[in-house]
């Protein structure tokens, strides 16, 4: 197939080498978010706002097993018609193009994609609905990273290797997270999040107290997305703890609700538009590191790329504080 053409917002947004002043504050987000206890079962009346009548559903082999056929029961029950596409486990330009083959040969046209799963899947998710020109809805089972509400895709080579940031120009045209699905899964995903979530606030601070600094749009933050972030870390720090004993008893509550909304709609709007610095670097450079990238989790090698900021910004007090909490948390807090 032939590669789509790129959207690069920078080109849109930003001006090569203009004055802080000429640079507009810019705010995207996901058309619609739902999240609650059961939502899945819903998923059907929820798609037909997209609205969607024939959906590609992707979603790895052990997903089909767990939320198949209560996503199908769902569609069904709101007329919608469906095709499942395995997602084979990476984001990685090769998947891609799988995937779009196949949607490209079927004889009736889907007209969305809905990805069901990790940030990976997801990833890939908004990579096909681009190539399709289709809208994305995003149906995270997990509230590990900050990429079910963004309109980019992290890509990785095929062994799992970082290796770009692929665009597109249109947001998730509905995001929904069952906290249910979040509470029954390993709480390290959850935890994971948390890492992920805490940066946000403390990456869009360095990037709002810059004027030199752009988001990951090429634009300037608004207020609103500095204070989603502050909102963010505030949460993180009075219910994290909690939540993450609640997922341990499999349980849906409150504090889980918060965190939920902490690490998927908060820090995905948070790092879109209001900007990434060194934790998110740090973070992808350690993917390159067999060991780390073997064993470790996004969420995780960003907590340890947002200790390296707050140390590197001489803010001594948050990065003790952040430790302190992170080492409560379960998150890693040192190299070793
Ligand atoms: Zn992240």
Same mark, same amino acid.
């Given at each position: 197939m032939s %590669?789509? $053409?790129p959207y690069i917002p920078h080109a849109v947004f930003s001006t090569e080498e203009g004055e802080a %002043?000429? &640079?507009p504050r810019v705010l995207i987000a996901p058309q619609r978010y739902v999240q609650g206890d059961g939502v899945i079962d819903h998923l059907g @009346?929820?798609?037909?706002i997209v609205p969607s009548e024939r959906v590609a559903i992707l $979603? *790895?082999?052990a997903g089909q097993q767990r939320d198949g056929a209560r996503l199908l029961n769902s569609l069904n029950s709101a007329k919608i018609e469906s095709e499942v596409v395995t997602f084979h486990g990476e984001c990685s330009t090769e998947e &891609? *193009? @799988? =995937? =779009?083959e196949v949607l490209q040969a079927m004889a009736t046209p889907v007209d969305s994609v809905v990805a069901v799963g990790g940030g990976k899947c997801l990833d890939a998710g908004k990579c096909v609905a681009q190539r399709l020109a289709m809208p994305m809805v995003s149906v995270p089972t997990l509230a590990s990273t900050d990429a079910p509400c963004s309109a980019l895709s992290v890509m990785y080579t095929a062994e799992g290797v970082f290796s770009d940031v692929e665009f597109s120009p249109r947001s998730p045209a509905l995001v929904a997270i069952d906290t249910r699905i979040v509470a029954e899964a390993p709480v390290r995903f959850l935890v %994971? !999040? $948390? !890492?992920? %979530?805490?940066a946000t606030w403390y990456e869009a601070r360095t990037c709002f107290d810059n004027p030199r600094a752009r988001s990951v749009l090429g634009a300037r933050p608004t207020l609103a997305t500095s204070a989603i972030g502050e909102l963010c870390a505030d949460t993180l720090f009075e219910y994290g703890l909690s939540a993450v004993e609640a997922v341990k008893r499999s349980e849906v509550n409150d504090a889980l609700e918060s965190i939920v909304e902490a690490n998927t709609l908060l820090s995905g709007m948070g790092f879109e538009s209001g900007g990434l610095a060194v934790a998110h670097s740090i973070a992808q450079g350690l993917t390159v590191v067999p060991e &780390?990238? @073997?064993n470790y989790m996004h969420g995780e090698m960003v907590a340890i790329g947002l200790l390296t900021q707050l140390v590197l910004e001489k803010s001594f007090d948050e990065a003790r504080k952040v430790a302190g909490f992170f080492a409560k948390a379960g998150l890693p807090v040192h190299l070793g």
């Open positions: %590669a789509p $053409i %002043a000429s &640079v @009346r929820y798609l037909s $979603i *790895d082999k &891609v *193009d @799988r =995937v =779009v %994971a !999040g $948390i !890492g992920d %979530a805490m &780390v990238n @073997r």
